[in-house]
């Protein structure tokens, strides 16, 4: 049977020692957390033994230690009469969470044999937490998560030697982590592939990071590489400048790819050929990347789905723009695709009518005052967002057309939605249904202006049959008078 503790409020001492440890012997899932007065413990003793072999927490598979701000140690308390004490400890855990522990500086050493899953967040030693839960060659982690590890500046190699089993690496803001290097094959006596097996690699809000470097010598050779990276995430890293374009050569498998927000990224090179299973493509908001579309030919990226690109660097013309436009109209499979352009650019990239197999279409920055006519040819388009067009004013006749439209986002379009503020500044539904521009747009059936649902068809049907009895009404007392305007004279009574 599975057994469940969370250690909370009953627990007044500022020490947990062998009873716990006793106690622990038959539980599967331990969550030590701040309730009560456990917020003052300051050191968890995990064992006290005088036996040789010493098996310590046999049955428990996950341990979280949460949101204790005066915890200083974790350690093993033993004998040290016999040397050759063995000693067992965690054999089954299989998930470690510490979270809120800032003060926290040690851990066994010894144990894990069965670790899958670590999480340490908001730590700030937990730096050295790793180096020692890790400091014995950990093989069994398949999942790492590092948020806010203020004293990160690298990995541990041991993460990645003795055929490591990783794959998925999380790192969220770590704010001192200034290179995450990938260390070669040669590094090492096993001369093992070391990475292989990573299949997410999340890089979230580290401030600090300047570059991401992986051997290219080791992408080059055979069976060596990323091979098995499927999903990779570089967001808000301001100070990065160097991407590894080896690290990408030699994903072969990356499904998911998003670098967004790294202003100081100067270039990207990758070869799309070697990524056929790309499904998802984003490169947004770095803002000295000169050229963010891909050079696609029709035999790669068949199985691409969803693009965002954008915004660009501030000196790209409009007619630069366009001419590498001409490499996503290969792109067969394309069914949602975002556009963050420039305020200048008084027009969109008439390549873009093409793309009739669009199902979700979002527009940012661009400086158009109309959508143009050829918008009609997006008959399959289901969801229209345009943020930003500060100049929009019109919406084309053709826009009827778009019968398979069922939901429409406005945000940041004054010039558009200006019209419809009443005099207490707020958007009124019937400003929006006297305007010009409604009857191209009234058969959507949900329509959202900056962030808020303004109306839509089970809106427009409840406000019919608010008015219907009125209607009725009128239309009655018009039945009921006579050519002269006399009301007639009407008799229920009984008939005799």
């Known amino acids: ?5 969370n250690i909370g409020s009953s627990a007044t001492t500022q020490d947990l020692g062998a009873g ?20 003052e413990l300051i050191s968890i003793e995990s064992g006290h ?5 010493v098996k ?3 049955a428990l598979e996950s341990f979280r230690v949460h949101d204790m701000p005066n915890l200083v140690e974790w350690t093993f308390k033993m004998s040290t009469n016999n040397a050759a004490r063995v000693v067992d400890a965690f054999p089954c855990l299989k998930s470690l969470v510490i979270s809120k522990c800032p003060n926290l500086t040690s851990a066994p050493s010894h144990g894990f044999p069965s670790l899958e899953e670590l999480r340490i967040s908001e730590v700030e030693k937990g730096s050295e937490l790793l180096d020692i839960i890790c400091g014995r060659n ?3 982690v398949r999942s790492l998560e590092l948020h806010r590890v203020l004293d990160l500046t690298c990995l541990p190699d041991s993460l990645f030697y003795n055929e490591s089993r990783l794959t998925s690496l999380k790192i969220m803001e770590c704010p001192n982590l200034t290179d995450l290097e990938f260390p070669r094959d040669d590094d090492h006596a096993s001369n093992a592939s070391l990475v292989q097996r990573l299949e997410r690699l999340y890089i979230i809000d580290c401030s600090k990071l300047k570059s991401i470097k992986y051997p290219r010598e080791q992408s080059e050779s055979q069976g060596g590489g990323l091979l098995s990276l499927r999903d990779l995430r570089i967001l808000n890293c301001e100070t990065l400048a160097d991407f590894a374009s080896t690290m990408l050569e030699s994903s072969t498998s990356l499904g998911y790819l998003m ?4 202003p100081k990224l100067t270039s990207f090179p990758v070869d799309f050929e070697r990524m056929p299973d790309l499904y998802y493509l984003e490169i947004s908001h770095c803002r000295n990347l000169r050229r963010v579309i891909p050079v696609v030919r029709s035999n790669c ?11 660009l660097a501030e000196n790209v013309s409009f007619h630069d723009f366009c001419r590498d436009f001409e490499s996503i109209l290969s792109l067969r499979s394309l069914e949602d695709l975002t556009l963050d352009g420039n305020r200048d650019w008084t027009s969109l990239p008439h390549q873009l009518q093409q793309l009739t197999a669009l199902t979700r279409l979002s527009l940012s920055y661009f400086g158009v005052r109309e959508l143009p006519e050829w918008f009609g040819n997006f008959s399959s388009l289901r969801t229209l967002s345009l943020s930003y067009l500060q100049y929009l004013r019109r919406f084309p006749d053709a826009m009827r057309q778009l019968r398979q439209l069922n939901e429409l986002y406005l945000n940041g379009c004054p010039d558009l939605t200006g019209r419809w503020k009443g005099r207490d500044n707020r958007i009124k539904n019937d400003l929006i249904c006297g305007d010009p521009n409604f009857p191209k747009f009234c058969h959507v059936q949900n329509v959202y202006v900056n962030g808020m649902v303004m109306f839509n068809n089970m809106h427009l049907q409840l406000h019919f049959l608010a008015i219907y009895p009125y209607i009725m009404i009128i239309i009655l007392v018009c039945f009921f008078h006579d050519d002269a305007g006399v009301p007639l004279k009407l008799d229920f009574g009984k008939r005799s």
């Open 259 to 262: 670098v967004s927000n790294c």
């Open 138 to 140: 950990l093989s069994s």
């Open 20 to 39: 716990w440890t006793g106690k622990c012997e038959v539980d599967r899932s331990v969550f030590l957390s701040s309730r009560g007065k456990i917020n």
């Open 49 to 53: 033994c005088q036996s040789q072999y």
């Open 1 to 5: 049977m599975r057994r469940d503790s």
């Open 301 to 311: 990226l068949c199985h691409l789905t969803q693009l965002t690109l954008g915004s």
């Open 56 to 58: 310590l927490f046999g």
